[in-house]
């Protein structure tokens, strides 16, 4: 009982210095960032310790390691793995490179831990693994994360290193799998290795690869190496191909209560790349290294301060900015695939969700990042042909839409970012105009001889014809946005007629719900597809609406609101239609993307009334705790409709205005870049 006692003791006093040091570290906006806001039901977030945008995520991976941020609010611990995304749905990707501190006989499979006292705050996390009685803390920096685990006496203290860990999901085939992986005992104190792994949600075929260096503070007693469930322990080095997993483990024997740290860089390129990232923490200083890390998050929240009514609604609103500047990561200098000077961004997972809410939001608040993205965006087009709509390990995929990436860039071209070869800008949008991808699910626009052609989408041309079309429309808008700006203005006078096409799937007779007038798909022979009604919708593959139905996507034209509003039948039959998408069952979905701008349209028909009663409902949705977020973060896009709302400002991608809508905050002050 006296031995019980001291070790909870031991465990207390460490858990509450941990939270004196996070607690003394906070001093800027940071400190109302809350990771767990999300993290449970649709929400997705990650809430493992993050820089901002930072290339290394570690977290702890649970359960059947099915969750795409890796960790759930059930479930054993299984380790903590280096590389995570935030707020996805559909299948995971990464969970790269698992470590796991155990003790007792030695076993490298069926190690994980039950749970308790687990807390997660701003870049730090931290668990009591009840199995083993070892409490375990994490840190980070940008490339390279520094474990800290407290072993008990009596014992003994291991880490194990899992090669071969992966996420797995396999929705609509978008599992993961492991293609290679290896482990390497360099020295007492230092292991290193590598995964590669193809699939995951953007189904990529072509392997990424993740190294990894990691030292320890305290030298190993004895060490080895394992493949599969074998222990080879006088072996340093394994590999393996296949779906045979492989690792290493550190011993640190003796039978006294020890602490010993763990830093683990990272990197896509090379060990000797991961070792060079590792020394981003000098050391084996956990404090200061958290420091470190809660000062960058003050210095980028800088830019926006607010006067909150309530600390809930200051918590909501910057973590909302947090999460998104999690993704897309900063890889620069880890770009495998070639050799250039442009900064090298990747997880753009998916432009699709972020170009309506998160880059408009950075282009605000964080003008220099969001200039590099852009360049990112450009330079990928440049060696590979295509922007993304999505792209995570190196790799495009999966195309949701149109070439969303076009919004994406004519938002920072609108709001005159600085840095951006806008020549180069414009060539790559104009590829994705006119030139058809061999596979419009990774990239590009499907169907384009159609829409040049025909002047529409047909269901025969391509899947998912009537959302596409709606989102074509917008998408060359944007690429004569740019052409006109330029000076290009025969090419912008193409581009804005093809933006005036969406009207060729309008089928005026189309009646619901007190509404005439809807966008319908349509066959090549001018046939209107039947059976059909405005409530039909498909995910993958189908040949009408994606994440959404026809009362979405007839509402879906930014570029050209009042030409929508002329078609509904005017101001005051548009208003009717709004107030009917709002109030029907199964019409509006507030849970997704394509609903975003809609009750900021209200505006255009002079109802600014309605915009704010609209608004201020639907925040009521969102909430300072684990089930914040009515639906997938995806990349911080929800959370930045949030954010942009309660600022009471919303912007139109692509375009140089704000719709004011209704603020819940007495102040805001953004700074600009510029100081202004």
């Known amino acids: ?40 039901g649709a929400g997705n977030t990650f809430l493992g310790p993050s820089m901002p945008f930072g290339m290394i995520k570690p977290g702890p991976d649970t359960g059947n390691n099915s969750s795409n941020s890796g960790w759930d609010a059930s479930g054993s ?49 931290s668990v009591l693994l009840k199995r083993y009685n070892i409490f375990a803390e994490i840190t980070t920096a940008s490339k390279a994360a520094l474990y800290r685990f407290k072993f008990p006496e009596g014992k003994g203290s291991r880490v194990v290193f899992d090669a071969g860990h992966l996420l797995f999901n396999d929705i609509a085939g978008e599992g993961q799998h492991l293609v290679s992986s290896s482990a390497q005992i360099l020295s007492p104190t230092e292991v290193c290795g590598h995964t590669s792994v193809r699939g995951g949600w953007n189904k990529q075929p072509v392997p990424y690869t993740v190294y990894f260096y ?117 890889r620069s200098g880890e770009n495998p695939l070639w050799k250039s000077d442009e900064p090298y961004y990747d997880d753009f997972y998916a432009i699709w969700d972020t170009f309506r809410t998160s880059a408009p939001l950075l282009a ?23 922007l993304p709509d999505g792209r995570s390990g190196n790799y495009n995929g999966r195309t949701q839409g149109g070439s969303d990436a076009d919004i994406f860039i004519a938002d920072a071209f609108a709001k005159k970012l600085k840095g951006v070869n806008w020549l180069d800008a414009y060539a790559a949008v104009k590829a994705d105009a006119e030139n058809t991808p061999l596979d419009h699910f990774k990239e590009g626009r499907g169907g384009l001889d159609d829409w040049k052609n025909l002047g529409y989408l047909s269901i025969e041309g391509v899947d998912r014809s009537a959302c596409k079309q709606m989102e074509y429309a917008y998408n060359d808008y944007c690429v004569a946005l740019i052409a006109k ?36 798909p349509r066959r090549r022979d001018g046939s209107w597809l039947e059976p059909f009604t405005p409530y039909d919708g498909c995910s993958w593959g189908g040949n009408t609406f994606y994440e959404g139905n026809s009362w979405t996507y007839s509402l879906f034209v930014p570029h050209d609101i009042p030409g929508l509003i002329k078609k509904c039948g005017g101001k ?18 507030i849970s997704n993307e394509p609903f975003f701008l809609s009750p900021y349209l209200y505006i255009w028909a002079g109802r600014h009334d309605k915009t704010a009663e609209r608004v201020r409902e639907i925040m009521k949705h969102y909430h300072a705790s684990p089930h914040g977020l009515p639906g997938n973060d995806d990349s911080g896009a929800l959370g930045a409709w949030f954010a942009l709302s309660a600022m009471g400002i919303f912007p139109n991608a692509g ?15 953004i700074t600009l870049g510029g100081e202004k």
């Open 77 to 125: 611990i299984n380790g903590f793995s280096q590389t995570h995304v935030s707020g996805t749905g559909g299948g995971a990707k990464y969970g790269n490179i698992l470590v796991m501190p155990t003790n007792g006989g030695l076993s490298v499979a069926g190690i994980s831990s039950e749970r308790e006292n687990e807390s997660a705050k701003l870049c730090h996390y």
């Open 214 to 330: 990691a030292a320890s503070d305290t030298p190993a007693a004895s060490f080895g190496v394992f493949k599969g469930g074998e222990i080879l322990k006088k072996s340093k080095k394994i590999e393996a191909e296949g779906e045979t997993k492989t690792g290493a483990w550190l011993e640190f024997g003796g039978e006294n209560e020890k602490t010993v740290s763990v830093k683990i860089g990272i990197s896509f390129v090379s060990v000797e790349k991961a070792k060079k990232n590792a020394r981003e923490i000098k050391g084996f200083d956990f404090e200061k290294t958290l420091l470190n890390a809660v000062s960058a998050w003050d210095a980028a929240l800088s830019a926006v301060n607010i006067s909150a009514p309530n600390e809930d609604l200051a918590k909501v609103f910057y973590t909302s900015l947090y999460h998104a500047m999690l993704m897309p990561s900063d």
């Open 485 to 520: 700006g330029l000076g290009k203005t025969k090419e912008a006078e193409l581009y804005f007629k093809r933006s005036a096409q969406w009207q060729n799937l309008w089928d005026e007779n189309l009646e619901d719900g007190g509404v005439k007038g809807f966008i319908r």
């Open 364 to 386: 605000l608040i964080s003008p220099k990042r969001q200039s590099e993205c852009v360049r990112a965006l450009i330079d990928i087009q440049r060696h590979e042909g295509f």
């Open 572 to 589: 005051e039959a548009f208003v009717k239609r709004l107030d009917a998408f709002f109030a029907g069952p199964n019409r509006c979905d």
């Open 1 to 40: 009982m006296k031995i019980f006692s001291k070790k909870l003791n031991c465990i207390v006093l460490f858990s509450l210095f941990a939270a004196l040091s996070t607690a003394q570290a906070e001093q800027g906006n940071s400190k109302f960032i809350d990771p767990k806001i999300g993290s449970q």
């Open 655 to 669: 375009h140089d205005y704000y719709f004011i809508g209704s603020p819940i905050f007495e102040k805001t002050e």
